[in-house]
């Protein structure tokens, strides 16, 4: 399974973006698949994650109510809708799947990782 995202780029605070996520391979194994961020001197973090069957979606506090995760099976992509963004959202954005069906906010537990896309978000 290959990902590309894409979709990153520069907002003012307040903004929005969405962000895709391409799948191409063996797309119809796919359980699972997540956003991760990365800011500059920080771990990779959780965003949010969604089960490819039944379309059900995880978020992390920080973005819970802002961000918006979707998937579209027939093109075997995912979303992440980003609106009121703030200066801490600025980081690359990551998207991984998984076989295994469940979401997890740990990124060990992905086996596929799409190339990031950068964020920033200006104040």
């Known amino acids: 399974v290959q990902l590309q995202a894409s979709g990153g780029g520069l907002v003012q605070a307040g903004g929005s973006l969405r962000l895709s996520c391409a799948a191409s391979?063996?797309?119809?194994?796919?359980?699972?698949s997540g956003w991760f961020r990365q800011a500059p001197g920080k771990d990779r973090e959780f965003v949010g994650g969604i089960m490819w069957s039944g379309g059900r979606t995880y978020y992390a506090d920080s973005v819970k109510g802002r961000f918006t995760i979707s998937r579209d099976i027939a093109k075997n992509t995912m979303y992440l809708e980003m609106n009121g963004l703030k200066p801490e959202d600025t980081a690359v954005y990551y998207c991984?799947?998984?076989?295994?069906?469940?979401?997890?906010?740990?990124?060990?537990?992905?086996?596929?990782w799409g190339q990031g896309t950068l964020v920033t978000v200006s104040s």
């Open positions: 991984a799947a998984d076989r295994s069906r469940g979401v997890s906010q740990f990124t060990s537990y992905y086996a596929y």
């Open positions: 391979g063996r797309t119809f194994s796919l359980g699972a």
